[in-house]
């Protein structure tokens, strides 16, 4: 870890709650820098049993691994299961889940899957990157869920709040051209979409004033 700055210092020797859980410390669950274990940059105050609990995890593909000593990294989406999950193990390759051996030979780890059926699967493991379904967690939309959460304030927010502000924008889901967008080369465009390009056929609706001044 490297060193504190002057005003990261003093914000970890006023720290009275843990940023993460916000249990006050004591004399059983203390005081510690919890930071990212990559970069080594300080990240907030937190008690012992949060600090242990949001350790990265190392990972190895295999037990005969020896090129890697990475950690495991979770990768959250929403609908996994139903949508993103599908188009990830048609195009995998096998060349994301290659490993060395003690002697030096090269392997190829399986896709770790946790499937439905031949089409929809809850979780999936790629080397050392895990994805996971939150929908099957919360299952409800991600605009309800952020409404939801929005009704009690933006406590509950810790990282947007800390990294992005208190701006309502970061706190509500975004407007997305859902039809418009059918193919790569729409991500390469720059400007502004007209309101009718905003139509979802899903839900059969279009985008109001207020959605559209903040597309």
Known sequence: MRALTDDERREFDRAVTCRNCGEKFWKKNGTTLHHNHVSGHYLFP????????????????????????????????????????????????????RYTTKNGKVHYAD????SLNTKKCMSLR?????????????????????????????????????????????YQKGIYPYDYVNGPSKLDETALLPKVAFYNSLTNEH?????????
């Open 46 to 97: 937190a008690c012992n049993s949060c600090n242990l609990a949001l350790k990265p995890r190392k990972s190895r593909v295999s037990t005969d691994d020896v090129s890697s000593d990475s950690n495991l990294l979770p990768i959250i989406f929403h609908n996994l299961t139903a949508y993103d999950g599908y188009f990830m193990l048609k195009f995998v390759k096998k060349e994301y889940a």
């Open 111 to 114: 896709v770790g899957v946790i």
């Open 126 to 170: 790629i080397g050392n990157l895990l994805f996971v379904d939150l929908f099957q967690f919360m299952a409800a939309s991600l605009d309800e869920l952020c409404k939801g959460m929005r009704k009690e304030g933006i406590d509950d927010f810790v990282h947007t709040t800390r990294y992005f502000g208190h701006d309502d924008i970061f």
């Open 207 to 215: 985008i109001d004033d207020k959605q559209y001044a903040r597309a």
